[in-house]
């Protein structure tokens, strides 16, 4: 950990977000551009139509693998010519250039870059970039908090809870079928991420394949485009400008944020449990928990999550409206607000991670949901209410306000109340029976439906 890092992803939390160095670093960046180059330059020994790149040797093709994999005094070496060049893109090809020329290779180091733009290489690091974080990184990390989330929702899924609207208190539930509601919405977002597009262009200058074309006017660029970027494993997008449009860097942006905010409306939640005393929170040994009250154990976990997922999606809020929009051809301010991207999926990755440890500090309190129950009798007012409706008698809703809205309720007062209907003896003795903590209607189920289906 770095006391001097300005930013707390890369200084108090640095071993945390570590896993995400490797494809949202400014390392990642340089070593993804190259990669692009050398796939390219590879590409073009492989097409028999373009003449100028002869075909490689065996040995030269595993060369070329090695500068790809092998890159760490390499990024420090494009950063030493970008201080003269003051073109990041450019320093990798000169770095590349040396590299190739001190080898077999130096009659093909002048093809680096051949027909192409900037963005043509930055588009296609970028989406390898962050297909790679979100696919190796971040989704596992939401996939693993799910699976906690079933397991809790599973194992509570017939625990009687209080529920409330307004802050007071309502119609009982579960306390699994409060947290399957948080799976099934996270679930549903973290689906349309898994399946998000990661496009790329490669077209040139102003995207018409203008120097493709005087050089090798034959040749089927469209089809040689297509082919070269999906075989990086990103979606082709035949028609821009100089740049990708970045819709799809929006798209995911907005699906990152959605997945946060479902998130973040969980914390919320579990933070107000705590608070409630339905669950207690497991003493880690030697921790503090306020500096002048020592019985304190406080929800930080969650709380972290919270300022992190919205710092989160203050950036992807931003980057959405922001990348799609560029003047005419391109302006430069694109690839300042990219740099930012790997931030916003770095501090809803540590949200992640601190929502699924604070998970795993909780203990459901059995005792105080029940007496949460049974101290509101006056949550079966609707229950009577609407078997009341059901059989026809009169002012059903308003004889229940009367009797309970604003006062205590009693089980006793309930039943002589409930007694005194012109009930059914059957209907009557049902509602008897019932209980704050039975009266749950299909919770439970729904909970152990919905968390099978999580599994599955």
């Given at each position: 950990?770095?006391?001097?890092?300005?930013?707390?992803?890369?200084?108090?939390?640095?071993?945390?977000?570590?896993?995400?160095?490797?494809?949202?670093?400014?390392?990642?960046?340089?070593?993804?551009?190259?990669?692009?180059?050398?796939?390219?330059?590879?590409?073009?020994?492989?097409?028999?139509?373009?003449?100028?790149?002869?075909?490689?040797?065996?040995?030269?093709?595993?060369?070329?693998?090695?500068?790809?994999?092998?890159?760490?005094?390499?990024?420090?070496?494009?950063?030493?010519?970008?201080?003269?060049?003051?073109?990041?893109?450019?320093?990798?090809?000169?770095?590349?250039?040396?590299?190739?020329?001190?080898?077999?290779?130096?009659?093909?180091?002048?093809?680096?870059?051949?027909?192409?733009?900037?963005?043509?290489?930055?588009?296609?690091?970028?989406?390898?970039?962050?297909?790679?974080?979100?696919?190796?990184?971040?989704?596992?990390?939401?996939?693993?908090?799910?699976?906690?989330?079933?397991?809790?929702?599973?194992?509570?899924?017939?625990?009687?809870?209080?529920?409330?609207?307004?802050?007071?208190?309502?119609?009982?539930?579960?306390?699994?079928?409060?947290?399957?509601?948080?799976?099934?919405?996270?679930?549903?977002?973290?689906?349309?991420?898994?399946?998000?597009?990661?496009?790329?262009?490669?077209?040139?200058?102003?995207?018409?394949?203008?120097?493709?074309?005087?050089?090798?006017?034959?040749?089927?660029?469209?089809?040689?485009?297509?082919?070269?970027?999906?075989?990086?494993?990103?979606?082709?997008?035949?028609?821009?400008?100089?740049?990708?449009?970045?819709?799809?860097?929006?798209?995911?942006?907005?699906?990152?944020?959605?997945?946060?905010?479902?998130?973040?409306?969980?914390?919320?939640?579990?933070?107000?449990?705590?608070?409630?005393?339905?669950?207690?929170?497991?003493?880690?040994?030697?921790?503090?928990?306020?500096?002048?009250?020592?019985?304190?154990?406080?929800?930080?976990?969650?709380?972290?999550?919270?300022?992190?997922?919205?710092?989160?999606?203050?950036?992807?809020?931003?980057?959405?409206?922001?990348?799609?929009?560029?003047?005419?051809?391109?302006?430069?301010?694109?690839?300042?607000?990219?740099?930012?991207?790997?931030?916003?999926?770095?501090?809803?990755?540590?949200?992640?991670?601190?929502?699924r440890r604070g998970l795993g500090k909780l203990d459901v309190d059995a005792v105080a949901l029940a007496a949460d129950l049974d101290n509101n009798w006056q949550l079966l007012a609707e229950a009577v209410q609407t078997v009341m409706r059901k059989h026809h008698l009169p002012e059903a809703y308003e004889q229940l306000k009367a009797l309970t809205r604003g006062q205590p309720i009693t089980r006793e007062r309930l039943h002589g109340f409930i007694q005194a209907l012109e009930l059914p003896a059957a209907e009557k003795q049902r509602l008897l029976q019932l209980t704050p903590a039975t009266y749950l209607g299909l919770a439970g189920e729904l909970a152990a439906l919905a968390t099978k289906e999580a599994a599955?």
């Amino acid at each position: 950990m770095s006391l001097w890092a300005v930013s707390p992803l890369d200084g108090r939390y640095a071993d945390k977000t570590a896993p995400l160095r490797e494809y949202l670093s400014e390392w990642a960046l340089i070593k993804y551009r190259a990669l692009v180059q050398l796939r390219w330059l590879r590409a073009m020994s492989a097409q028999p139509g373009i003449s100028h790149v002869r075909a490689f040797t065996p040995a030269e093709a595993l060369l070329l693998e090695k500068i790809e994999s092998a890159f760490d005094q390499a990024a420090e070496r494009v950063k030493a010519i970008e201080a003269l060049t003051n073109h990041d893109s450019k320093a990798v090809e000169y770095y590349l250039r040396e590299r190739l020329e001190a080898t077999s290779l130096a009659d093909v180091a002048g093809s680096l870059h051949f027909a192409c733009t900037s963005d043509d290489i930055n588009n296609l690091a970028y989406g390898l970039m962050l297909r790679g974080a979100l696919h190796e990184v971040w989704q596992p990390a939401a996939r693993e908090l799910l699976g906690a989330l079933v397991k809790l929702a599973r194992d509570t899924a017939a625990t009687p809870m209080l529920a409330r609207t307004h802050g007071q208190a309502a119609t009982p539930t579960s306390l699994g079928k409060e947290i399957t509601v948080f799976v099934y919405r996270l679930r549903r977002q973290l689906r349309q991420i898994e399946a998000q597009d990661y496009l790329g262009k490669f077209n040139g200058a102003v995207g018409a394949y203008n120097a493709h074309i005087v050089a090798y006017p034959d040749l089927d660029w469209l089809a040689i485009s297509r082919q070269f970027v999906q075989g990086l494993g990103l979606t082709h997008n035949p028609l821009s400008t100089q740049i990708e449009a970045h819709d799809y860097l929006a798209e995911l942006a907005h699906g990152l944020m959605r997945f946060n905010t479902a998130l973040l409306d969980m914390c919320h939640d579990m933070w107000s449990y705590i608070s409630l005393g339905y669950f207690r929170q497991q003493v880690v040994a030697g921790e503090t928990g306020s500096s002048t009250m020592p019985h304190k154990v406080n929800p930080i976990d969650f709380e972290n999550a919270e300022a992190n997922l919205g710092i989160s999606n203050a950036l992807f809020a931003h980057l959405a409206d922001k990348l799609p929009i560029s003047r005419l051809q391109r302006d430069l301010s694109d690839s300042s607000a990219l740099r930012n991207f790997g931030v916003a999926i770095g501090h809803s990755y540590l949200a992640l991670l601190t929502v699924r440890r604070g998970l795993g500090k909780l203990d459901v309190d059995a005792v105080a949901l029940a007496a949460d129950l049974d101290n509101n009798w006056q949550l079966l007012a609707e229950a009577v209410q609407t078997v009341m409706r059901k059989h026809h008698l009169p002012e059903a809703y308003e004889q229940l306000k009367a009797l309970t809205r604003g006062q205590p309720i009693t089980r006793e007062r309930l039943h002589g109340f409930i007694q005194a209907l012109e009930l059914p003896a059957a209907e009557k003795q049902r509602l008897l029976q019932l209980t704050p903590a039975t009266y749950l209607g299909l919770a439970g189920e729904l909970a152990a439906l919905a968390t099978k289906e999580a599994a599955d």
